[in-house]
């Protein structure tokens, strides 16, 4: 499990390098292996390797400190209709439970990774649905950036863990 300690947000990525359509596909079986209310199917995904629809994205995100426009691959996780679910009020925790799976599990292929903060933003939520052409109700909660490390030491135990966070009550 050093995969979830040495997890690193990563900003700049070799783009003379891409991940295969097999790992990708991987790393969305890992994000479904994430919990969910009530076994909702409450997310899809979308692999996004296109340059025009990068480019696009890139120009939501001018404010991010990640270069959207400088990575090669994206996956987008995509939130189902609310008003299918048996547990809507939740779906934003599954969501997020799916990203963070895709994320640690990149570790482990030597991928890095950052998360782009979309969803609840609404302006941000709308121009990516659009660029996306989503409909029914689906929207994006998340894009994952993704690609090999410029810096080869980027995963490693930064110890961020302080005991003082805990709270113990017998």
Request: hydrophobic residues 40%; charged residues 20%.
């Given at each position: 499990m050093d995969a979830i300690l040495n997890r690193r947000s990563v900003r700049s990525f070799n783009l003379d390098k891409m991940i295969s359509y097999d790992i990708l596909v991987d790393l969305v079986r890992y994000a479904e292996a994430a919990g969910t209310a009530r076994r909702q199917k409450s997310r899809e995904?979308?692999?996004?390797?296109?340059?025009?629809?990068?480019?696009?994205?890139?120009?939501?995100?001018?404010?991010?400190?990640?270069?959207?426009?400088?990575?090669?691959?994206?996956?987008?996780?995509?939130?189902?209709?609310?008003?299918?679910?048996?547990?809507?009020?939740?779906?934003?925790?599954?969501?997020?439970?799916?990203?963070?799976?895709?994320?640690?599990k990149a570790v482990d292929y030597g991928i890095g990774s950052v998360m782009l903060g979309t969803y609840p933003d609404e302006e941000r939520t709308t121009k990516a649905n659009e660029v996306l052409g989503l409909k029914d109700n689906k929207f994006v909660f998340t894009f994952i950036c993704l690609g090999y490390p410029k810096d080869e030491n980027a995963f490693y135990d930064m110890k961020k863990f302080d005991e003082s966070v805990i709270s113990y009550l017998k």
């Open positions: 995904y979308i692999i996004i390797e296109d340059k025009n629809i990068i480019e696009e994205l890139s120009k939501i995100y001018v404010r991010s400190t990640m270069r959207v426009n400088e990575c090669n691959q994206m996956i987008a996780v995509i939130g189902k209709d609310p008003n299918t679910l048996p547990c809507p009020q939740f779906q934003t925790t599954d969501l997020a439970l799916a990203s963070q799976n895709i994320m640690v």
